[in-house]
């Protein structure tokens, strides 16, 4: 692919003028930061399986006595078996938005981030 001597991008609504030899630069270090960030430590986390992850939630509902009718109250969604899925399920069905809703109401110290299109899953240590 042959590039012009300037590229015109538009970065927070303004237009940037970069010469070609700039942007293999930054192109270059933009993948090495991507390579990085595939290596991604969290001070105090470690990362974990979906499936730890959901083992400890279910642990903290039991000790919740909470029925399923109630958590999917808490969380405001509108099946009682999504709650359920939440918590039986092997694989994460549900959105990271509602998954990180039940960690933060269980108590659960964990969260969900997404690096180069995969999602990871990071918990206290």
Not at 8 to 25: A, H, R, S
Not at 61 to 67: L, M, Q, Y
Not at 89 to 111: C, H, M, P
Request: charged share 25%; glycine share 4%.
């Amino acid at each position: 692919m042959t590039l012009p001597n300037f590229l015109y991008f538009y970065f927070c609504e303004n237009k940037i003028c970069i010469c070609k030899k700039c942007y293999l630069v930054l192109h270059n270090q933009i993948i090495k930061i991507m390579e990085a960030a595939k290596e991604l430590t969290v001070k105090g986390y470690r990362q974990a399986g979906y499936g730890e992850i959901q083992l400890r939630l279910f642990d903290k509902f039991k000790e919740s006595k909470k029925s399923y009718v109630e958590l999917a109250y808490e969380l405001d969604v509108r099946s009682v078996s999504t709650a359920q899925n939440i918590l039986t399920s092997d694989t994460q069905i549900v959105s990271d938005e509602l998954l990180s809703k039940v960690i933060n109401l269980l108590g659960i110290n964990a969260f969900v981030i997404w690096v180069n299109g995969e999602r990871n899953y990071y918990i206290k240590n």
